[in-house]
């Protein structure tokens, strides 16, 4: 019974990863033909493990680097790329966009195990590499995350992030001002 529902896991995960293929090829017909032709992607997830040729301190490192003023610090972005593989948390999803083994964009989805009053997902971090810039990878990247998650999807971004044009058009709207109160280490 467990090897059948692996078996079915592991076909699901296939076929998704071919359909987001396929989307993405369509999708490089219409825009950017040569921008996007030699590139290739991947997608992680606990089931299909870290990846051998991008270690998630080589993924922290494009992150940290590519998101600059808009990112976290990368034991941060360490911490959301191990909660995708950790097998003791909801997981989520990292999308590679790779060019001549370049990592050129990054996407990290972590989900949250909630529905309604909370999104099941979060995406935590995208970034395209600053030399690939306005030719449409962000969109393509954008919308090949929302097809592969399910249920609703929430992102943080501050408002002077040239991004929010795109996360707008993408459909993402501004329901609430976030407020956060941080401790102080009392040590």
Not at 20 to 36: C, E, M, N, Q, V
Not at 106 to 124: F, H, Q, R, W
Request: charged share 25%.
């Amino acid at each position: 019974m467990v090897t059948i529902l692996i078996r079915e896991i592991i076909t699901i995960l296939i076929n998704q990863r071919i359909n987001l293929r396929a989307d993405l090829t369509h999708s490089i017909h219409h825009t950017h033909y040569k921008t996007l032709l030699h590139m290739d992607y991947k997608l992680l997830t606990r089931f299909t493990g870290a990846d051998l040729g991008h270690s998630n301190e080589v993924i922290a490192d494009f992150l940290h680097e590519h998101l600059g003023k808009y990112g976290d610090s990368k034991i941060d972005i360490l911490m959301a790329i191990d909660y995708v593989f950790d097998p003791h948390k909801p997981g989520g999803n990292i999308i590679l966009l790779i060019k001549e083994n370049l990592i050129i964009g990054a996407v990290v989805i972590n989900e949250t195990g909630m529905s309604k009053y909370i999104p099941e997902n979060i995406l935590v971090y995208i970034a395209v590499h600053a030399d690939h810039r306005g030719k449409g990878i962000g969109k393509e990247l954008m919308k090949n995350a929302i097809k592969l998650t399910k249920g609703d999807m929430a992102l943080h971004v501050e408002s002077d992030n040239p991004a929010v044009f795109l996360y707008e058009k993408m459909g993402f709207e501004n329901k609430y001002l976030e407020m956060r109160y941080k401790r102080k280490n009392l040590r």
